[in-house]
């Protein structure tokens, strides 16, 4: 009986030392008793990482933060940019020309980039969804619609643009001619009721693509058990989208609704294209651009309405980081 207890303790510690020695091999790290410590990666590769890692945080350091700070800089002062013009010190006049009539345009610029922000984000979002609740299957055409969904993201801004300012056309586009067998007429971009709903239109069309592949991700990722379960229990497809659907999207809603915030926020070379700010689509990214390079050749107040842009978009993004992470939180604790 002693004996028999005995081969059982030391097959079950042959079988613990065997589960440890493949549990070792599995993390890299298994070594030889007595022998030194095993490496995951060679001096040269741990090397290389390293002065790529250097190298990327150059470039980002020269050809982002120095800018950045340069802007800063020269919002501190008159900066023009035209030969032979003089450049001084001005401290926080630009920054307290944002706020009084000295410099009109800043607060209703500052209204029209909310009212664009949340117009994009909301209808980008809600079209992704449905979009990608259609594209997530594996047939030949729901293949062909993602390439062609994603394919405005490969065009290009300027491109995106002419496309739309040719439909849109007044005198001769598709979208006139079809106002005229009706009767009607409309300056369309150049309209100031509907062009910026126009601007948001186009600038969904342009980034719905990335949108419904990062939902059509968080889609696959959901057990089809799931689904399953809920259909014999007689589950709707509303309810199912309402209940199941959109709270397992939780990550995936979370970077579909900061690139659409950070994105329209910064948005201004879509609206150049299509408007160049006219008719009641000035955002700030649009104010800061033609401060800068317009007419007035103000570079000094250019750089100052950028800077309250980068602190209204923290201002914005940073409350919403929290809160989404917040909710993935509860809804998979």
Known sequence: MADGVTSLRLASGRGAATAAARRRRRSGWARRPGSAPGRLLSAGSSWTMRLGLFIGLAVYFVFGILPALANVVVSLTNY?????????????????????????????????????????????????????????????????????????????????????????????????SLLSAFGTSSAFFGASGIALPLVIG????????????????????????????????????????????????????????????????????LIYILTDGQAS???????????????SADLGYGAAVSVALFAATLIVAMPLVRFLRMRERRIFS
Do not use: C
């Open 80 to 176: 023009s940019g035209l030969a032979g013009s003089t450049t001084s010190f001005s401290g926080l006049s630009n920054y307290r020309a944002l706020l009084t009539t000295e410099r009109p345009g800043f607060m209703s610029a500052l209204f029209t980039t909310i009212f664009f922000v949340l117009g994009v984000t909301a209808a980008q979002n809600a079209f992704g969804l449905l979009l990608a609740h259609r594209l997530q299957g594996g047939r030949r055409v729901d293949s062909v619609l993602r390439v062609l969904v994603f394919l405005p993201i490969v065009l290009g801004v300027t491109v995106v643009g002419l496309i739309w300012i040719l439909i849109f056309d007044p005198s001769q586009g598709p979208a006139s």
């Open 202 to 269: 186009v600038q969904i069309w342009q980034n719905l693509g990335f949108t419904t592949l990062v939902f059509i991700g968080g889609l696959k990722s959901i057990s089809p058990e799931i689904y399953e379960a809920a259909s014999m229990d007689g589950v709707g497809r509303w309810t199912r989208l309402r209940r199941i659907s959109l709270p397992l999207l939780a990550p995936a809603m979370t970077i579909n609704v900061l690139l659409a915030v950070i994105g329209s926020f910064t948005t201004y070379n």
């Open 281 to 295: 689509t000035m955002t700030l990214g649009m104010l800061s651009f033609n401060s800068a390079f317009g007419n």
